[in-house]
Nanobody, 129 residues
Framework: QVQLMESGGDSVQAGESLRLSCVVA????????MGWFRQAPGNEREGVAT???????????LYADSVKGRFTVSQDMNNNMLYLQMNSLKIEDTGTYYC???????????????????WGQGTQVTVSA
């Protein structure tokens, strides 16, 4: 079983930065695709960024258009950690942020459309003017 726990959410002003962390507990199955998602009140959950790691061809990350150039997803799986660096935050970035994980099979693509099997409880990010 894999357990995920997010931290780092806070209330900030527009233009400021935050770094979210997600600790990954459990080693079975081996996870190779992780993602950050967010949900604002009244909105559907949306993918923010995904990260595939450990493949023969190397790691890759994908971002929602709304966060490209501002957010960076990274991993330190030696310490079982996933991060989301968020810069130049905007009011519309407000929401509950979740990390998620899945073990992709051969040929799988680590996108936010993938069915993620494991989810954290979320951490709140509030951006004000």
């Amino acid at each position: 079983q894999v357990q995920l726990m997010e931290s780092g959410g806070d209330s900030v002003q527009a233009g400021e930065s935050l770094r979210l962390s997600c600790v990954v507990a459990g080693i079975y199955p081996r996870i190779n695709c992780m993602g950050w998602f967010r949900q604002a009140p009244g909105n559907e959950r949306e993918g923010v960024a995904t990260l595939f790691y450990g493949g023969a061809a190397g790691d890759y990350s994908l971002y929602a258009d709304s966060v490209k150039g501002r957010f960076t997803v990274s991993q330190d799986m030696n310490n079982n950690m996933l991060y989301l660096q968020m810069n130049s935050l905007k009011i519309e970035d407000t929401g509950t942020y979740y990390c998620a994980a899945v073990r992709l099979g051969p040929g799988g693509l680590c996108t936010s459309n993938e069915k993620f099997d494991y989810w954290g409880q979320g951490t709140q990010v509030t951006v004000s003017a």
